[in-house]
């Protein structure tokens, strides 16, 4: 399978990404909330719940997953709902993450970084 990021699609491609959807639930889901595959994709799931999945192997923060995929963070986080409504990832705030844990967090100067850069599009 070959992926490309959607940050130079038409508004109609990610209109069809997300299904026509254009809000997720804003309150479970922040920049900083770390998300943890809890499954191998699936034979038939959509391309970008399967680079999710993979990305997500380690905790990765949904500002970071939107980098990686080139999507707007609204669009990752109606994609990460769907995950999360079928329990293929999981979500916690990193300090809600056990202490043995919180060595594996993403550097809080990468976010920053990868926040401006969102910004900047």
Known sequence: MIW????????DRLYTVTGGRSSADEESLDLVTLIV?????????QSEHIRILQLCRQPMAVVEISSH?????????????DLLDTNR????????APASKKAQLPDPDI??????GLHNL
């Not at 595959?37 to 799931?45: H, Q, R, Y």
């Not at 990832?89 to 809600?96: E, F, K, L, Y």
């Not at 976010?111 to 401006?116: A, F, I, N, R, T």
């Open 4 to 11: 490309r990021p959607l940050d130079n699609e038409d508004p």
């Open 37 to 45: 595959s809890e499954c191998d994709p699936a034979p038939g799931m």
């Open 69 to 81: 995929l080139g999507m707007p963070v609204g669009v990752v986080k109606i994609l990460l709902c």
């Open 89 to 96: 990832i999981t979500a916690r705030h990193p300090t809600s």
């Open 111 to 116: 976010l920053k970084q990868v926040l401006v």
